[in-house]
């Protein structure tokens, strides 16, 4: 159950015993938004929730709160069935009663309540956002895996051996993989873990994590995110501030592929070698005549066992396809190739001619 902190009891008192205290708990918080932490403020709104679970304008009220803390995309996550049954699969299939599990992002608790169930003889997960690892605590709690679950609300890079984290874990479990693979930090968190958090030669889930890409032809994916002519304007001039990639959650259908799917960078996390160069030039195969309008990407990780996720143009899932467009549009011919060049750096990607 969320509790009031201590530093808003005083906010409290004098409407406690009000009728409709939570209608007002949450009128406070909304108001009291930009005075106290957002740590406070949140638990101040779930609590206005968890009295009144079906009022709607208490969860109106309290939604800016509560998004600020809390991104929507978790709902996306935690509700994908695919995702989950594969994470559990290779859970299942790696972890026992030696494993202590060292998880980065706790989110809701699902996959750390997973590897206790496997069999874990303990997970630490590690959750930044002090709301979300709040949230996380009561569902922990409430599924009944306390006693193996501890919550951690921490940057990864701030926990010690010996201080937050008691010893070193010898399984790391995360899910930071975002849209472009990259944005939550993967290559940084999973180095420090491995670096100061795990035993020698650990099991990673996921091991191995990439990003594929596909040339085509469709219209649509520069549809997503360029105008053109509109109801008989000229709209073009607002494409200079027109999103950079677009993105589907799929299933994106291809009605004009120019390639086959091709291998836009591979990252091997269990090993030591150096991570593939930041830039690389990738020559594209053409499988058809047409108009190569961008390249779709999408993103896949392994597990031990040969347990695999990716989520291919066909398929849907949480993760969203992007659209790297090439605008205006480039002439390929069967049998040719095109050379395309890509680049990361910390949490940017970028797919282009």
């Known amino acids: 159950m969320i509790e009031l902190p201590a530093s808003v009891q005083h906010f409290v008192e004098e409407i406690r015993e009000k ?13 009291l938004s930009n005075q106290l932490s957002l740590d406070d403020v949140l638990k101040m709104a779930l609590y206005a929730r968890a009295l009144a679970r079906d009022d709607a304008f208490i969860w109106r009220l309290t939604e800016p709160i509560v998004r600020r803390a809390i991104p929507e995309w978790h709902w996306a996550i935690a509700s994908d069935d695919w995702r989950n049954s594969t994470y559990d699969k290779a859970i299942r299939t790696s972890v026992t009663s030696d494993s202590t599990v060292l998880e980065i992002g706790t989110g809701t608790g699902l996959l750390a309540m997973m590897a206790a169930r496997a069999g874990a003889a303990h997970v630490y997960t590690c959750e930044r956002d002090p709301g979300l690892a709040c949230v996380a605590r009561s569902i922990i709690a409430a599924n009944g895996y306390s006693d193996r679950v501890t919550v951690i609300n ?11 984290l008691p010893f070193r874990c010898n399984t790391l479990l995360h899910e930071i993989v975002s849209n472009d693979l990259l944005s ?28 594929m890409g596909q040339l085509v032809g469709d219209s649509w994916p520069l549809d997503l995110i360029r105008l053109s002519e509109h109801a008989g304007f000229d709209l073009s001039i ?16 291809i009605a004009k592929p120019l390639s086959d799917p091709f291998e836009v960078f591979c990252f091997d996390l269990k090993g030591d070698a150096p991570q593939p160069p930041r830039s690389r030039a990738i020559e594209v195969p053409i499988t058809a005549n047409g108009i190569a309008t ?5 993103i896949g990780f392994s597990f031990p066992g040969e347990i695999v996720f990716e989520n291919a143009p066909d398929t849907r899932s949480c993760w969203a396809h992007r659209m790297h467009p090439l605008a205006p549009g480039t002439d390929v011919l069967l049998g040719d190739t095109l050379t395309l060049s890509s680049e990361y750096y910390a949490d940017l990607l970028t797919i282009g001619p």
């Open 238 to 253: 607002a494409n200079l501030m027109a999103p950079a990639i677009g993105s589907s959650n799929g299933p994106s259908n």
């Open 19 to 31: 009728p409709d205290y939570a209608r007002r708990l949450a009128a406070m918080a909304a108001k």
């Open 294 to 298: 961008s390249v779709i990407q999408w």
């Open 184 to 211: 939550e930090n993967v290559l940084a968190l999973v180095r420090y873990a491995k670096e100061s958090l795990l035993e020698d030669e650990p099991t990673l889930l996921p091991e191995r994590i990439w990003i």
């Open 154 to 164: 921490s940057e990864l890079e701030n926990v010690v051996v010996g201080e937050l």
